[in-house]
């Protein structure tokens, strides 16, 4: 480290620490602190990076060192501490990349922590400044990522056609949504046929006694008022068929959410272990 003649070493650190610290020493903090980040101790990165944000006084490394916090936390799933330290980032950000690059990494912390509400709003500011028309792909792309993780894998799919027709992610896309159960399709068909909606996601054993039941209780409502045993029909009626009318309705419903759910869980098991592009 660079320091000042002797006399005047007390003199100056009394007066203003930082003075002491010049650029080449920032430099060599920063370049430890990646060191640390890049071996995976996020921790000690980020205790680090602090110390070079306290001493840095004329905010050289700024966008370099919240970037990186920011990183870190995110590594680390503290997802709100990264969103500030990426805000930071923007703030000191050096120029129009600096800035893509810091509000594209909130993006994907809220992508990550679900907030896809917030994503979008972030991504449609970016769509919309005209600074950043060359970096289109990277919008469609992470708005891409966005609809994944809110579930919407036709919208997904659209966003990586943009990029490229023949994207892997927009056919991985494109087959999840063609796989998928249509929930309200499910239930529309058990109100008409009992035991329908069981049918349509595969389950042919809960369908079939969904079926029977309903037959038994209706034909048992129907003839109790057909002999006039008004009283046991409504008990019939009321409490047994309706019962099993409408949990066939229901079933068919969680069994058309639950079969979605696997297809969807595999799709991101998928894209966690096998996919090699870049991930939120």
């Known amino acids: 480290m660079k320091v000042c ?71 680390g799933g503290k997802f709100s501490d990264a969103l500030r330290y990426f805000t930071l980032a923007e703030i000191n950000a050096r120029n129009d990349s600096d800035l893509f690059d810091a509000k594209i990494f909130s993006v994907r912390v809220n992508i990550l922590r679900r907030t896809t509400d917030q994503a979008f709003r972030i991504l449609d500011r970016l769509q919309f400044d005209g600074k950043f028309t060359n970096r289109k792909n990277e919008i469609y792309y992470w708005r891409g990522w966005t609809y994944i993780f809110a579930n919407d894998w036709l919208n997904a799919a659209e966003q990586f056609s943009k990029i490229d027709v023949n994207h892997p992610l927009e056919t991985l896309c494109d087959k999840t949504n063609a796989e998928m159960y249509n929930v309200t399709e499910a239930k529309v068909l058990s109100y008409i046929i009992p035991g329908a909606g069981q049918f349509y996601t595969g ?19 129907v003839k109790a008022f057909v002999d006039q045993r008004i009283f046991d ?20 419903e969680k069994f058309a959410n639950e079969e979605n759910l696997n297809i969807v869980n595999h799709t991101l098991l998928y894209l966690q272990q096998q996919y090699q592009g870049e991930k939120p």
């Open 233 to 252: 029909g409504f008990v019939v009626g009321n409490f047994l068929w309706l019962r099993f009318y409408v949990g066939n309705v229901q079933n068919a």
């Open 203 to 221: 389950h042919y054993l809960s369908g079939l006694l969904s079926l029977g039941w309903n037959v038994l209780w209706g034909y048992l409502t």
């Open 5 to 75: 003649s002797y006399k005047y070493f007390v003199i100056l650190f009394l007066m203003n620490p930082s003075l002491l610290i010049c650029q080449e020493t920032l430099e060599q903090q920063y370049q430890y602190s990646l060191n640390l980040f890049n071996k995976e101790r996020y921790f000690d990165a980020v205790t680090e990076l602090k110390r070079l944000n306290f001493f840095d006084k004329t905010k050289i490394y700024a966008y370099q060192s919240n970037m990186l916090i920011g990183k870190a936390y995110k590594e």
